[in-house]
């Protein structure tokens, strides 16, 4: 009787034991950063941006001329680039209210990478309207919009520092976001000799991914 009672007990101390042994044995995968809603950051970009999965070119509805090719070279000899999230849009930040305006909006984004002309966490540029105009199937109209992620590179319209007066170039210097293209602009403006600008305002590549 002794045997059977001392058994007992020794069957419901090593149960428990064994278990915890075995929870501790598997390893478990680092939980995703959720927001107040429990959705992953990724995922909430994607949901919050307008524009997700476009690749390529912002489209400018047929009326861009363009001063230069788009390709790594040139694209290297812009004065500002980064890769920035749509915040705002709103007034033009380079008229000068006199008949040179163009009365683009002005975008404010906020900046995931500089790449080259800035640094900080926002920064506001002319850009190519929101819409194209067009009507098209091929093309529906929406060029981007809050929370559209892009990689925007461009010019100072008057002269100056880089981000005096910006203005984004279009014909493939201002693109949709994605992973390929960003490592591609880090490349080119990585190959590049600094800038006399950039080195006389400490401006550096930066990432805030």
Avoid at 42 to 50: I, Q, Y
Avoid at 80 to 93: C, N
Avoid at 138 to 159: F, H, K, N, Q, T
Wanted: charged share 20%.
């Amino acid at each position: 009787m002794q045997r059977l009672v001392l058994l007992s007990i020794s069957v419901a101390l090593v149960v428990p034991l064994a278990s915890c042994a075995g929870g501790e044995g598997v390893a478990s995968a680092p939980a995703q950063p959720v927001n107040a809603q429990g959705v992953g950051d990724d995922e909430t970009e994607v949901r919050g941006n307008p524009t997700a999965g476009h690749t390529g070119p912002l489209p400018a509805g047929g009326a861009a001329s363009c001063v230069e090719s788009y390709a790594p070279k040139t694209l290297a000899g812009r004065a500002f680039a980064f890769d920035g999230v749509v915040l705002d849009i709103g007034a033009s930040v380079s008229d000068r209210g006199d008949d040179a305006d163009m009365k683009l909006p002005g975008v404010t984004f906020e900046v995931r990478e500089w790449f080259s002309g800035g640094r900080g966490d926002t920064v506001a540029v002319d850009m190519q309207p929101p819409t194209t105009g067009s009507n098209s199937a091929e093309d529906p109209g929406d060029a981007y919009g809050i929370g559209s992620r892009l990689l925007v590179s461009g010019e100072a319209r008057w002269g100056g520092s880089p981000l005096n007066s910006p203005i984004a170039w279009g014909c493939g210097f201002s693109r949709y976001y994605d992973p390929q293209s960003a490592t591609a602009w880090r490349d080119a403006f990585a190959r590049r000799a600094p800038a006399k600008s950039d080195a006389a305002h400490g401006h550096v590549s930066s990432s805030r991914q």
